[in-house]
């Protein structure tokens, strides 16, 4: 008798972990990106954050004026590779970054008359 009621607690024990596991979602992965103009006059920007699936994250246009950084939010899928491109008139950046590995994903697109730099780092590891 004490037998069953142990297989008993044991095996609801071990429905409601797997329950827990199986109904969660994982959190989406999160794109901090700051584009600068380091130039001696305002460039207009494109950004576009897509998932290796063909998924548009963020399709967003502004001007940035000389000296000033604009800051862009973005959350995107939690899984898979996603990308993020800033194009001006005549020059583009781009940044890619696994979701499955990397939470949220710091980057950085730098621009001036002469050179476009990149820079990214993941931020938070899941």
């Not at 700051?34 to 548009?56: F, L, S, W």
């Not at 939470?103 to 002469?114: I, M, P, R, T, W």
């Amino acid at each position: 008798m004490e037998r069953r009621r142990l297989l008993a607690a044991g095996t609801g024990a071990l429905a409601v972990a797997a329950a827990g596991c199986l109904g969660s979602d994982p959190d989406p992965s999160r794109l901090d990106l700051t584009v600068r103009n380091d130039g001696d006059g305002p460039v207009d920007v494109e950004v576009t954050v897509a998932g290796d699936d063909g998924t548009t994250y963020a399709e967003e246009s502004d001007r940035v004026d000389a000296g000033v950084a604009r800051a862009f939010e973005v959350a995107v899928g939690a899984t898979g590779r996603h990308e993020v491109t800033v194009t001006g008139a005549d020059w583009e950046g781009r940044l890619a970054w696994d979701a499955g590995t990397c939470a949220l994903y710091d980057g950085e697109v730098s621009v001036d008359s002469e050179t476009v730099a990149v820079a990214g780092e993941c931020a938070d590891l899941r």
